[in-house]
């Protein structure tokens, strides 16, 4: 059967009212994610995202359940109480451009509508724009002040927590014409966002700081092969749940697509990343994480050479901070 948005959405709204008659404290669910965008395949593998509103605090905060062989329901449950504040929830980075680009697929009493309406009021409006875009900002800058001191070594932590205020730095450019980016895209679409305010070189810094100008399409397949036999080691009981087996083909049916694709820089994000992850929830020295870490040395993200990395990531925040500055004058925020 040909996959199309338009039957992933019938499949969905199947689901979404099988799940209701069966959990009785569903009172709302809606879709999110790149199903509402359009098409949600990457190299014929995706994912489709969807929130279930309780009543009271749910069991399980993640799910995933498969659709097929190459797409699955990730599935995430919160607490009606998330929602109170619909417009707090219009500043939040992530949850406002959610919420505010969801399609409703269950709301019997109109609770979504009613929190729908709260973000999208003033939504665009400059300020909460640049909220949303320093939000995420200061949160990379917290990274930098908390290590910029006493700079150590590079190990798993530190490097996870690095990763972590790159992305927060990238969002807070993309922010600022659309939702953030998630890992899968982001090394794909951040070029387009850093052109949308004229600052087309922000993708370079981005592969730099993760040390990536220059890699060879050759090295990122040894890489893809390493990194999926680092997947294949983690241990059902310790396995993340972005990382759960269903989601395997989802990540590498996407990488290899990028690679064959002529966009090999593209990759890096995505599999850095998650690789990054897996290894962290391996037991200290297993074997496998020698791989990664001559990767992450290669990259020069490792041990002694982290102090230049964090000089590299601070001189990129003060750029970020330049261009936000520079938007908010150029539209009248704040």
């Known amino acids: ?14 689901f979404v009212e099988k799940r209701v008659d069966t959990e009785r ?25 969807i929130v279930f509103i309780h009543s009271t605090p749910p069991e399980i905060n993640r799910e995933i359940k498969r659709l097929t062989h190459d797409i699955h329901y990730d599935i995430e449950n ?4 998330l929602y109170k504040e619909p417009r707090q929830l219009r500043v939040h980075p992530w949850l406002g451009p959610s919420l505010y ?30 909220q949303r875009a320093k939000s995420e900002l200061e949160d990379a800058r917290q990274f930098w002040f908390e290590h910029q001191l006493n700079s150590p070594s590079a190990g798993q932590r530190e490097l996870r927590g690095y990763l972590s205020a790159v992305e927060k730095a990238v969002n807070a450019v993309a922010l ?3 939702p953030a980016l998630p890992t899968r895209r982001l090394g794909l679409d951040f070029p387009k966002r850093a052109e ?7 993708y370079q810094g981005f592969l730099a700081l993760l040390g990536g100008i220059s890699l060879s399409t050759e090295t990122f397949r040894k890489w893809l092969s390493l990194w999926a036999e680092s997947l294949e080691a983690l241990p059902q009981e310790a396995c993340p749940i972005n990382l759960h087996p269903h989601r395997r083909d989802y990540y590498h049916k996407g990488l290899v697509a990028l690679l ?26 297993h074997t496998i994480s020698h791989s990664w870490e001559q990767a992450c040395h290669e990259l020069g993200l490792y ?19 330049d261009v936000l500055n520079t938007w908010s004058m150029a539209q009248g925020a704040g």
């Open 1 to 14: 059967m040909r996959v199309t948005p338009e039957n992933l959405l019938d499949f969905t709204q199947n």
């Open 101 to 130: 680009d969801a399609k409703i697929l269950h709301d019997p009493q109109h609770f979504l509508d009613y929190v729908q309406a709260g973000v999208r009021g003033q939504f665009y409006t400059p300020d909460h724009v640049l």
């Open 196 to 202: 949308a305010v004229e600052k087309p070189k922000l």
């Open 176 to 178: 600022l014409n659309g």
């Open 303 to 321: 041990g002694d050479k982290f102090p230049a990395r964090l000089s590299a990531i601070d001189a990129y925040l003060d750029e970020i901070e």
């Open 78 to 81: 919160h607490d009606q109480l």
């Open 25 to 49: 404290s569903i009172i709302a669910a809606y879709l999110r994610g790149s199903l509402v965008y359009g098409s949600p395949l990457l190299g014929g593998a995706g994912d489709i995202d």
């Open 260 to 285: 064959e694709g002529g966009h090999p820089s593209s990759v890096l994000w995505p599999l850095l990343k998650t690789w990054t992850q897996a290894i962290s929830v391996l037991p200290e020295n």
